[in-house]
């Protein structure tokens, strides 16, 4: 009974922390930047070879203006892992 005890608190702990980590990730949701939409809008906006330039020019330029942002899979990792051992409180 001991080993099933033991097996269903790790699961029950897994599962608070996928659920605390979904919770974070839509409460940073509106702050999070992954270059794919702005890619995809600019190949949109831009089709066809004439427009290839430009929308290369634009793409490189977004990706200089965010090249240093953290991605969310590390903040999610790191603020998962302090919470879990409770520096943040």
Known sequence: MGNLAKILQNYQAGIS???RLEKLYRALAPYLFDGSECFRTINAELP????EIAA???RHANL?????????DIILEVVGKLLDEG???
Do not use: M, R, T, W
């Open 64 to 72: 200089a203006q965010f090249c240093d942002c953290v991605p969310v």
């Open 48 to 51: 066809g070879p004439e427009n």
């Open 87 to 89: 520096k943040l409180s």
């Open 17 to 19: 922390k996928d659920q």
């Open 56 to 58: 290369s020019n634009i």
